[in-house]
């Protein structure tokens, strides 16, 4: 799995979506070539593909804990709430554009637990 990124924008779409969403740190690589190529291929514009890549960065982030060891920290939320604000930017950045709303279908499900689920509708024990 590659990382590549030339620092121009302009070279390529790979890089513009990159220098979009803030996974250009080559010490910090959080999307490989792939996972930004799919993104670039799932849809018809390359803000829209940074917003959905920003997405699988937080989806990254949101499994890193905070880690304290002796009096240094490393608060890792902060981070997470950074890329939160950087995928509000490109929705407005779309919106913007005239691009209509970026959805989140994947993150709109059924949910598992409901109220009276666990209710005995016919009283028996």
């Given at each position: 799995?590659a ?57 990254v ?30 929705q ?34």
């Open positions: 799995m990382w590549n990124y030339s620092g121009d924008p302009a070279a390529s779409d790979l890089d513009y979506v990159r220098y979009k969403c803030g996974d250009t740190n080559t010490l910090d690589q959080l999307l490989t070539d792939e996972e930004v190529a799919f993104e670039i291929s799932q849809t018809d514009s390359l803000l829209k593909a940074a917003y959905n890549s920003t997405r699988a960065i937080l989806k982030l949101a499994r890193r804990v905070n880690k304290k060891i002796g009096p240094a920290r490393l608060d890792l939320e902060k981070q997470y709430e950074h890329y939160q604000g950087v995928l509000k930017e490109l407005t950045e779309i919106i913007e554009d005239g691009q209509g709303v970026p959805t989140q279908s994947d993150d709109i499900h059924d949910p598992i637990f409901d109220v009276g689920m666990m209710d005995n509708k016919y009283g028996v024990y």
